[in-house]
């Protein structure tokens, strides 16, 4: 009899619909309430995007993409897909804990993101690892995949293919900027991973395309007392404007895999409005979501992670 093996995929989590958003923020601020105004903003981002939480949808359509793509490539094993997200139901927690009620004992973990730092990716394996370990559930990790052949090969596809739709522009005539959602200025003093594995990412995708006019930029910092990692895209595109006259912009979110706020509001709402107050023309690579190519990257390292143990 074939043993089951739980594969544990880790995500950052949505509301489900906007009633939940409040509960939601005050999860984000650690129990702390949002102010009525902080509030009304977020909501006001949800509704800008049709009242849709996509994030949520696609994590689960990762998920079961996944274990069917695992299963069909095993042998010896079954594989049962669990989810644990990081400021929704079902949290990181309750995830783990459901594993342990189905009887799974051996399981490997991967975040739905391929780039590695302290503060995202390791905080999810920190949580999941101590429930594991309280529960009897052995449990190791795949901390990183962000030079993955086929993720890199996947993204230079999607940035080709946006490049042909500039129609008869040069490839030097539209700058390419890869983005990541940024994280506190502080990460740079711990030695992290994050801004280096998002580099590496970016040059090997951009070397595979073809391309040599990118750069990179960070998004969505948050609205804290500490600085954040720079420069932001709205004034990377301010300053590509004014200082080399770049009328041309296509947007490579290198650093997500869904489609959700930061995608759909950060970049299709926010840049498109300050690439038109500008003049220019913008747009952007379609995500990741269950992409074949995706969930093959994903089995690959959770069968990785599997061997090694």
């Not at 996947?154 to 994280?183: M, N, W």
Request: with cysteine; hydrophobic share 40%.
């Amino acid at each position: 009899m074939s043993k089951k093996i739980g594969v544990f995929v880790m995500s950052y989590g949505t509301p489900a619909n906007l009633e939940q958003v409040e509960e939601y923020y005050t999860h984000i601020r650690r129990g702390n309430p949002p102010s009525p105004e902080q509030l009304e903003e977020l909501t006001e981002r949800y509704e800008a995007i049709g009242g849709l939480f996509p994030l949520r949808e696609n994590t689960n359509k990762q998920v079961q993409a996944l274990e069917q793509e695992l299963n069909q490539r095993a042998t010896e094993h079954q594989f049962v897909c669990y989810q644990g997200l990081k400021h929704a139901h079902p949290l990181i927690e309750e995830g783990v804990s459901q594993m342990a009620t189905d009887g799974i004992t051996q399981a490997v973990g991967v975040v739905l993101a391929p780039h590695y730092s302290l503060m995202s990716v390791g905080g999810y394996i920190k949580r999941a690892k101590e429930t594991a370990e309280q529960l009897g559930i052995d449990m190791s990790f795949v901390k990183s995949y962000h030079l993955h052949p086929d993720l890199i090969q996947t993204l230079a596809e999607r940035v080709k293919t946006t490049l042909a739709s500039f129609g008869d522009l040069t490839r030097e005539q539209v700058r390419v900027i890869f983005t990541a959602h940024s994280l506190p200025e502080k990460i740079i003093e711990m030695k992290d991973p994050y801004q280096d594995q998002l580099l590496e990412t970016s040059k090997a995708v951009a070397e595979q395309a073809g391309i040599d006019n990118w750069q990179f930029a960070w998004q969505s910092a948050g609205q804290t007392a500490t600085p954040w990692l720079g420069p932001d895209i709205l004034d990377v595109l301010h300053t590509i404007h004014i200082e080399e006259q770049i009328k041309q912009v296509l947007i490579c979110p290198v650093g997500f895999v869904s489609d959700h706020l930061e995608v759909l509001y950060d970049i299709d709402i926010e840049c498109q409005a300050t690439a038109k107050e500008l003049g220019m023309q913008l747009k952007r690579t379609e995500s990741l979501n269950t992409d074949p190519q995706y969930m093959k990257v994903l089995a690959d390292v959770v069968l990785a992670e599997l061997e090694r143990k």
